[in-house]
């Protein structure tokens, strides 16, 4: 269908065409507006992300764990957010991990059978950590404790010590 022409011969837009053309670039428009915010957007999101540190936090490797009056003689105290076992003796305090040295489980304090024992593949520990029943092959590890200057136990553990070693209070 051919557009009317004016007296001069020219070909006049009809108005029905000229609104759809109209709405059809207005959508357009829009549509590209659109796209650009999401791409904008999206940007910012990942160089945001991108600008943005990697940082693993993870539990302080030194930390106070309270006066030695806390602890009875002969209890073991676990402390869930260290994954540490504070044991005192009527010889003194220890601290050994809690992680089994098979597969790294998480073990559990059976007071019942005085033993340490890990739920994933059945190793079983002295109190003192030692190895009673396989499959671990190295007894629990043992840190170093001290006593701050204002009287708390501090836990170190990144000093591995040896089993016997004891703190005396
Ligand atoms: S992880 Fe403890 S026995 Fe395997």
Redesign the pocket.
Known sequence: MTNPKDSTGAQVPNPAEEASGSSRRNFLSEITAMALGVAGIGSIVVTTRYLSPNVLFEPPTSFRIGPPDDYPVNSVTYLPDQQVYIVRTPEGFYAESAI?T????I?QWKPELNMIA?P????KFKREGSVEAG??PRPLTHFAVRLTPDGDLLVDTLEIVQQTQVLKV
Do not use: K, Q
């Open positions: 089994c098979h597969l790294g489980c073990t890990c994933c593949h059945g190793s499959p671990a």
